[in-house]
């Protein structure tokens, strides 16, 4: 799965920051990447209350990757409920109360993969990052398989327990 739908028309000023804030975090975040630039964000239409998704592509030693953040405003605040067999999911709570979801669905094909870190804050809000093996966003087949994904478990959980992702 990936981000929900994106209207490239309503692109959102207060969602494009944020893509601009990860693009600065990510070469603090994440050895040896350069040229980390936002992609489009902009408001979610198929969400209920404000919302975005939008996109981050950098380079590392193994080419040109993306991450994907997805915002949402309001939701039911329970653990691993958008997870789907035979995705695995993992919940943890943290100390403030929140919770952090770790989702890996089953590689479609072999090396192709998805990771999603989601982070359940207390106020009801939500913010997810995901990170592929394979450049997502290419026309199939993409070249670039990776080994492993671009960013790890915990830079990933560093983005998405931001306190400055928000609207």
Do not use: W
């Not at 990510?26 to 979610?44: H, K, Q, S």
């Not at 919302?51 to 953040?69: E, M």
């Not at 809000?125 to 670039?144: E, N, R």
């Amino acid at each position: 799965r990936g981000p929900a739908a994106l209207d490239p028309h309503l692109i959102d000023p207060g969602a494009a920051r944020v893509g601009e804030h990860i693009a600065a975090r990510l070469p603090e975040l994440v050895p040896g990447v350069t040229n980390a630039a936002p992609g489009p964000f902009g408001r979610d239409l198929s969400a209920d209350a404000a919302s975005f998704n939008g996109l981050v592509f950098f380079h590392d030693a193994q080419g040109r990757a993306v991450v994907v953040v997805d915002y949402r405003e309001s939701g039911s605040g329970k653990a691993c409920e958008h997870s789907v067999a035979p995705e695995t999911c993992t919940a943890s709570t943290l100390p403030d109360g929140s919770t952090l979801e770790i989702v890996e669905p089953v590689a479609v094909e072999p090396g192709r993969r998805m990771i999603t870190v989601r982070h359940l804050r207390v106020n009801g809000k939500s913010v997810s990052f995901s990170a592929y093996t394979y450049d997502a966003f290419v026309p199939d087949p993409s070249p670039l398989v990776r080994a492993d994904y671009p960013l790890t478990v915990a830079q990933l959980t560093a983005l998405a327990t931001d306190p400055t992702i928000t609207l």
